[in-house]
């Protein structure tokens, strides 16, 4: 007999996760995503730079499935190497939000006192610029880059990580079970450690995958705007941007990726709604 | 030497409207291995008692005086000091069950967690200690596996896992904050009487916290009535039932159904207290029962009335105290 949770087999949270559908949906369009990234690294249908004026503008045929740019490089090829920047720029944003966010607001809820204001005053700073103005600003500083602009992504993630995590750590501090932990002679990091975090996963999580998607958003704007992924690498945000002026000309070259963001970002957001489901014992009926 | 022993203690609360004695001058000792209850009604002081002890007071409270565990004094040690004692020679066991156990971790883990944080046990031995606990405290294998959740169980199992937490690393005084009030009657009993076994059984001191005078007959040696953050009568359990001799003492017996006396005839109401506790920020000067109490006189008014000896193991804070023995 263990007292880790009799339900934590891999195996019984697929049995739970298979009866909702917005998991099983969110979960292929992300391992879909993913695969499709991945196969782009090795092989892509043409290769993802050269140009073939000749064949420019085509509309989607056998040979090119989604039809080719202004310059006759293959759509679908770009699409997919995009998804690889898509990834990495989701990834690392979120990853620099919730990593920093989420450590100070737990700090912040477990201190109180002037820590709390310190953390919360400088959130509020940063939240009163726009998210997208203030990125523009820090990839102007610190130059045009797919990098930077992840780093500038990244930077406005903090404060919404560390909001959501000290007001979702507060309500806890409040309740019986960490009094009783602190009965039980812990101090106020291993509580937020053990007792804090866990009863906030399910809500970081559906951040998360919130943050993901609006990630995804960002880093299109910023290359729409010539501030993220430099040409000639692919980014989804960038083939919106040049597929903008060749509107009337070629419109499925603005549906293809812009299909592909929508696709993804719901992909991910069902995804975290059915995640927060399974991580929740109590909502995971399985007894 | 008692185990425990509270000197002089009071506690201030810094409200917008100023400091709030909310905790006067209260004192008594606890021996080890026995039981000391605590009664009052809601708002007198029994909870933050507790938590001053615990060291667990709002942060807007002040505390002065002092608090003796094991020869130490709780209120000078730092929170890494107080941190090794809590739950590994002081333990306490909450009112409300359903919010005292953290609802993602398992009950077993619940359990073992103290074992493995104060006494540096392994993950196998503290599973089978957890194991062995829960089954102390009637959560038998395998029907009540430490897999289960604390949503899975009553109320009254919820409240044994609490029980099960506590009495974990061996703890020499259990303080219990009104452990049944959250519970049905039949469950009541038999937690109270779990109480009693396994504080007989490991010889540890039972501070009972309850406003339930059938409680505390039952399952103390010694008691303390509260009121207003003071203490108004203390005594063995058995001399302050026969003699009650505070009138706040008795009318909270009169106000309590079926504490000593049978089921109440049909059409009899029970009594309460008119008037309401004086308000914390604007406590009188003279005693604080007074301007409730049915023999107040003048000399009631103008001073509080110190603490005086009816015998050698009864106290009581009146200037007019019932003298007769209680007419049971």
């Known amino acids: 007999m263990s007292i880790e949770p009799a339900a934590a087999g891999w195996r019984e949270y697929w049995a739970h996760g298979r009866g909702s559908a917005a998991f099983v949906i969110g979960l292929a369009v992300t391992a879909l995503l993913v695969a499709v990234a991945l196969v782009s690294l090795v092989w892509t249908p043409y290769p993802v730079d050269v140009m073939d004026i000749p064949a420019k503008l085509q509309p989607p045929s056998a040979a090119h499935w989604l039809g080719t740019d202004q310059f006759g490089r293959d759509v679908l090829s770009r699409l997919m190497a995009g998804a690889v920047n898509s990834i990495v720029v989701s990834l690392v944003a979120v990853g620099i939000g919730a990593g920093l966010g989420v450590p100070l607001g737990a700090l912040a809820a477990a201190r109180r006192g002037w820590i709390e204001e310190v953390v919360m005053r400088f959130n509020d700073f940063t939240f009163a610029f726009p998210a997208l103005l203030s990125a523009v600003m820090i990839t102007a500083i610190l130059g045009p880059g797919a990098v930077n602009s992840i780093i500038a992504i990244g930077i406005f993630n903090v404060p919404v990580f560390a909001r959501l995590t000290r007001g979702g750590a507060l309500s806890l501090w409040k309740r019986d079970f960490v009094l009783a932990a602190r009965v039980a002679g812990k101090g106020r990091t291993r509580i937020s450690l053990e007792h804090i975090l866990p009863n906030i996963a399910g809500l970081l999580i559906v951040q998360m995958t919130i943050q993901f998607a609006l990630a995804i958003l960002a880093e299109a704007g910023l290359s729409y705007l010539g501030l993220g992924t430099q040409p000639p690498a692919p980014s989804w945000g960038k083939m919106l941007n040049e597929a903008q002026t060749l509107l009337y000309l070629a419109p499925q070259l603005a549906i293809f990726p812009g299909l592909a963001i929508m696709v993804t970002v719901l992909g991910l957001n069902l995804l975290g709604d059915g995640l927060r489901d399974l991580l929740d014992p109590r909502l995971r009926r399985l007894r | ?328």
């Open chain 2, 1 to 328: 030497m008692s185990l425990l022993s509270v000197h002089g203690l009071s506690v201030t609360l810094e409200t917008p409207a100023g400091p709030a004695a909310i905790l006067q001058d209260v004192s008594f000792d606890l021996a080890a291995g026995g039981s000391l209850g605590l009664v009052g009604e809601s708002g007198c002081g029994k909870s933050i008692t507790a938590l001053a002890v615990m060291g667990l007071l709002p942060e807007r409270a002040q505390a002065t005086g002092a608090i003796v565990f094991e020869g130490r004094d709780l209120l000078a040690l730092p929170e890494a000091g107080l941190c090794k004692i809590r739950g590994r020679r002081l333990a306490m066991v909450f009112q409300e069950p359903m919010t005292a156990l953290n609802p993602v971790k398992t009950i077993g883990f619940q359990v073992a967690e103290g074992l493995r944080w104060h006494l540096g046990l392994g993950r196998a031995d503290a599973e089978a200690r957890a194991i062995r606990l829960l089954d102390r405290v009637g959560l038998p294998q395998p029907r009540f596996s430490p897999a289960l959740y604390p949503h899975q169980l009553s109320g009254g199992q919820r409240q044994r896992v609490v029980i099960a937490m506590a009495l974990a690393c061996d703890p020499a005084l259990l303080i219990a904050d009104e452990p049944t009030t959250a519970l049905d009657v039949t469950s009541q009993a038999a937690i109270l009487d779990l109480l009693a076994e396994v504080a007989a059984e490991a010889g540890l001191a039972l501070l009972l916290i309850t406003h339930d005078l059938a409680v505390v007959w039952q399952n103390t040696r010694e008691m303390l009535v509260m009121y207003a953050g003071r203490v108004v009568e203390r005594g063995l359990t058995r001399q302050v039932f026969e003699r009650m001799a505070h009138p706040y003492t008795r009318a909270l017996l009169a106000a309590s159904p079926g504490a000593l006396d049978a089921a109440l005839p049909p059409g009899r109401r029970l009594a309460t207290i008119p008037g309401l506790v004086p308000d914390p920020l604007h406590r009188p000067p003279g005693c604080v029962f007074a301007s409730r109490c049915p023999r107040m006189r003048d000399d009631c008014l103008p001073a509080q009335p110190g603490e005086r000896n009816l015998g050698p193991t009864h106290g009581v804070a009146c200037l007019h105290p019932h003298r007769e023995v209680m007419p049971v």
